[in-house]
């Protein structure tokens, strides 16, 4: 064979070679296929999605809480929170001063906390922006950039309704007040949703929705706005003028133990707490804070003195000289009011008086009486912090101390205590629960009340209050007058616990109030804490500020005058 002939077979050997592997190829690729598409199909499938389907969250909104009128006095309003991949980021390092500017950042502290957490798939850059500004930092498409849907909660009335409704934190958790309290209802159940993203992260496309985010549920105060913001600026105006160390009011519902008003001073905002050093000052005082009750509850005494059967309004009691020696130490009036009966031992607020029937009918009788109507008791408001007080019940009782028991020293209660006591007397010796929730037409036709106090001991006691504001029968507190209005109470001043005893200048300064008297809707109570200048006395300081509350609740609730000379008017018009 020639050697032309055997150089044309070897180029023909090595064409059907490489036809042969080109069709082996093929063939190998046609299996893959086959089997890619028909017994792997379900497995690449599941990883296809694996990476590009993605369950996200679904954010569900808190619950709005309301005042008794549906006013709006904690909201949540939708907002985004700017989030980053740190490895995606450290990748394109250019985009870090960029993505600084945007969000007001220092460029050189975000680059550094990003490596901190560089082996991170997530971390928090800024929370809580308005969408549109997050749209417009993601709109820069800046790798590794994500953002997160939330809710931030806004308190349209700020620090009126501070210490009460209170706040949550930047993951919307409850943390003072009612916020706490309630934080479990008010909080909603987040959803599910099926999402499709691209390789950058971006949602271009949704699946389906896995489970829907369950919003949480509203909550109804018992406070009437119109009268928490009237009360606010009342006792912030006092709290301001006496240059006081803190002051506190409560406005309670006689008729159904809601609690209408509670405010203090000093308040604060619960929208800017970053400066805030002074953390006293979250303190709702109404509730968590305790304080001897000085006189406003003599008319408790006066009581128990009743039920002895040792008194009546008529019994005659001597003071004179204005002060008496008991086992060592000295209990005085202010002025040697001489020989009084038993309802003007409380028209003059007298403190010979009140511990002498005391000495007379034992300390335990008092207390007795001051345990039913609710003192040193929890009153089971649920409120974070809440105190029972201190109602004491030593073994022995010496003389001393059952003399100043007679005019609250002694004991410790809250301003709420005070107003749910003089409630009793208000309702005929009826005690009911106190509620910081309005109650339905349900809870009302089933609501608790327990008669602690014969109706004619409270009717006459509230008769003997009725003095205490009234000129012509001697009493001091006529500051608490309401125009068009009969009014009842009991004026406090009690001097202030300090590092050696009882000081001398400094007082807590007390009215509790209860109007109109003639039939009383609303029990006020009023404390200022140590107020600064030459009054201090509860009549000239706690007095004119219920007075102005008590004057603007009448017109915001209409209720109707109760003076007799105001309906002669009201009828000759």
């Given at each position: 064979m020639s050697d032309s002939r055997i150089s044309v077979l070897l180029q023909q050997w090595r064409l059907y070679l490489v036809l042969f592997m080109m069709s082996l190829c093929v063939l190998a690729i046609i299996w893959k296929a086959s089997s890619l598409h028909i017994t792997e199909r379900d497995f690449l499938q599941g990883q296809g999605d694996a990476r590009t389907i993605r369950t996200v969250p679904l954010v569900a909104n808190r619950g709005l809480i309301t005042d008794r009128n549906g006013e709006p006095l904690a909201v949540s309003t939708p907002v985004?929170?700017?989030?980053?991949?740190?490895?995606?980021?450290?990748?394109?390092?250019?985009?870090?001063?960029v993505l600084a500017g945007q969000l007001e950042l220092n460029p050189e502290v975000l680059a550094g906390n990003i490596r901190k957490h560089a082996s991170r798939e997530f971390l928090y850059v800024k929370r809580r922006l308005p969408p549109a500004d997050a749209d417009a930092i993601l709109a820069l498409d800046l790798p590794g950039v994500y953002a997160q849907q939330e809710y931030q909660r806004f308190y349209p009335q700020g620090e009126v309704t501070a210490h009460l409704v209170g706040f949550s934190n930047v993951d919307d958790?409850?943390?003072?007040?009612?916020?706490l309290t309630y934080d479990e209802w008010l909080r909603g159940v987040p959803g599910r949703r099926q999402v499709m993203k691209d390789r950058r992260g971006h949602i271009i496309e949704e699946l389906n929705i896995l489970q829907p985010a369950q919003p949480g549920n509203s909550l109804e105060l018992s406070i009437d706005f119109r009268i928490q913001n009237?009360?606010?600026?009342?006792?912030?105006a006092e709290f301001i003028t006496r240059r006081a160390k803190a002051a506190s009011a409560v406005v309670l519902d006689i008729r159904t133990g809601e609690v209408l008003a509670m405010v203090n001073q000093p308040s604060y905002n619960p929208h800017n707490r970053a400066g805030l050093t002074d953390f006293s000052v979250l303190r709702?005082?109404?509730?968590?804070?305790?304080?001897?009750?000085?006189?406003?509850?003599?008319?408790?005494t006066i009581i128990a003195a009743l039920e002895s059967g040792l008194y009546t309004p008529g019994t005659v009691i001597e003071t004179g000289p204005g002060w008496m020696m008991i086992s060592g130490?000295?209990?005085?009036?202010?002025?040697?009011?001489?020989?009084?009966?038993?309802?003007?031992?409380?028209?003059?607020?007298?403190?010979?008086?009140t511990s002498k029937i005391a000495l007379n009918i034992g300390p335990e009788p008092i207390r007795d009486v001051l345990e039913r109507v609710g003192f040193g008791q929890v009153l089971g408001t649920g409120f974070p912090g809440e105190r029972g007080?201190?109602?004491?019940?030593?073994?022995?009782?010496?003389?001393?101390?059952?003399?100043?028991?007679?005019?609250?020293?002694?004991?410790?209660?809250?301003?709420?205590h005070l107003a749910q006591a003089y409630s009793v007397i208000a309702d005929r010796?009826?005690?009911?629960?106190?509620?910081?929730?309005?109650?339905?037409?349900?809870?009302?036709?089933?609501?608790?009340?327990?008669?602690?106090?014969?109706?004619?001991?409270?009717?006459?006691?509230?008769?003997?209050?009725?003095?205490?504001?009234?000129?012509?029968?001697?009493?001091?507190a006529t500051d608490a007058n309401v125009p068009f209005y009969q009014v009842a109470g009991k004026t406090g001043t009690a001097h202030v616990v300090g590092e050696f005893g009882y000081e001398e200048n400094l007082h807590n300064s007390l009215f509790a109030g209860l109007v109109p008297a003639s039939d009383p809707r609303l029990v006020i109570v009023v404390i200022v804490n140590e107020p600064k200048g030459d009054e201090h006395y509860g009549g000239q300081v706690a007095a004119p500020v219920f007075s102005r509350i008590a004057s603007g609740a009448m017109r915001i609730l209409d209720v109707s005058p109760d003076k007799s000379e105001t309906r002669l008017e009201l009828s000759a018009k």
């Open positions: 985004k929170s700017i989030w980053v991949d740190p490895g995606d980021l450290l990748d394109s390092p250019e985009s870090i001063p958790i409850g943390q003072e007040g009612l916020e009237l009360a606010y600026k009342e006792l912030k709702n005082r109404a509730i968590t804070d305790v304080f001897e009750p000085g006189s406003t509850i003599k008319p408790f130490d000295e209990v005085k009036d202010i002025a040697n009011y001489g020989t009084l009966n038993l309802s003007s031992v409380i028209t003059k607020s007298s403190n010979i008086g007080g201190v109602l004491p019940n030593p073994r022995r009782w010496s003389r001393i101390e059952t003399a100043t028991l007679s005019y609250g020293y002694g004991l410790s209660s809250s301003a709420l010796g009826l005690r009911k629960p106190v509620s910081l929730l309005k109650l339905d037409e349900e809870a009302l036709q089933t609501l608790p009340t327990e008669q602690v106090v014969s109706e004619q001991h409270a009717d006459q006691v509230l008769a003997m209050l009725k003095t205490v504001v009234d000129a012509s029968a001697g009493g001091a």
